[in-house]
């Protein structure tokens, strides 16, 4: 069955520039989370969703970065004013509820310029 | 809070060896431990987990020992094979629930033929 799918798989903004990255969780999953991984580090946590609802945002390095999940499914990582140092792999995970295995997708590499 | 470390963040080991990777983890609290290959331009894959009521647990060619004495795990690859090359991450839950996970910063298995 289709896994979970992120896009766009590959994003070059200049600084300062917006952008958004998307994440269509597998279906029925009911748990989201987003993590950030630099280059040569492991994943890092950055926020979660139970259904619609953001549960816990504590990761998120700044008020630049926004997620949401409007109706429980899709959901959008939006990252405002980009700087260099959000140059980084953009992983999305879902799951079936919070304490079953995470799914990843292949993530969207973002460069800031 | 949590911390997850790793011991060597390269190893090379010879088509038909078995592979040793190591893993620290500071939280004597954490109960669920998770092990994650992650090939180049993918998103981490679930490989094997153990909780901390056991202390060993052996899937397909892998198997996980944990030591709550000295808060270390490994993960041991049998017949290490070619496609067994990529990062692998030890996790672990955050303090706090919701299965934000923690990651270590990875080990890079390199099979040489």
């Known amino acids: 069955g289709a896994g979970v799918s992120q896009s766009p798989r590959y994003k070059v903004a200049k600084r300062g520039q917006d952008v958004a990255l998307r994440c269509d969780p597998i279906?029925?999953?009911?748990?989201l989370f987003w993590y950030q991984q630099a280059l040569g580090q492991g994943p890092e946590f950055l926020t979660y969703?139970?259904?619609?609802?953001?549960?816990?945002k504590s990761g998120l390095p700044s008020d630049r970065f926004f997620a949401e999940r409007p109706e429980g499914s899709v959901s959008t990582l939006k990252i405002q004013r980009t700087q260099q140092e959000d140059s980084a792999v953009y992983l999305c995970?879902?799951?079936?509820?919070?304490?079953?295995?995470?799914?990843f997708g292949p993530g969207t590499r973002l460069t800031v310029l | 809070g949590e911390s997850v470390g790793l011991h060597l963040p390269t190893l090379s080991v010879q088509e038909g060896d078995n592979s040793i990777i190591n893993c620290a983890y500071s939280?004597?609290?954490?109960?669920?431990f998770i092990w994650y290959k992650q090939e180049s331009g993918k998103g981490p894959q679930f490989i094997i987990d153990i909780r901390s009521n056991m202390d060993k647990r052996q899937g397909q060619r892998v198997t996980v020992l944990l030591n709550k004495t000295v808060k270390h795990l490994s993960l041991q690859i049998a017949a290490t094979q070619p496609g067994d090359s990529a990062v692998y991450f030890c996790?672990?839950?955050?303090?706090?629930?919701?299965?934000?996970?923690?990651f270590g910063t990875g080990t890079q298995l390199k099979v040489e033929l």
């Open positions: 279906s029925g999953h009911v748990s």
């Open positions: 939280n004597s609290a954490s109960d669920y």
């Open positions: 996790a672990v839950p955050k303090a706090g629930g919701g299965n934000k996970l923690t």
């Open positions: 995970a879902s799951s079936l509820s919070l304490a079953d295995e995470q799914f």
């Open positions: 969703f139970q259904n619609e609802a953001q549960l816990d």
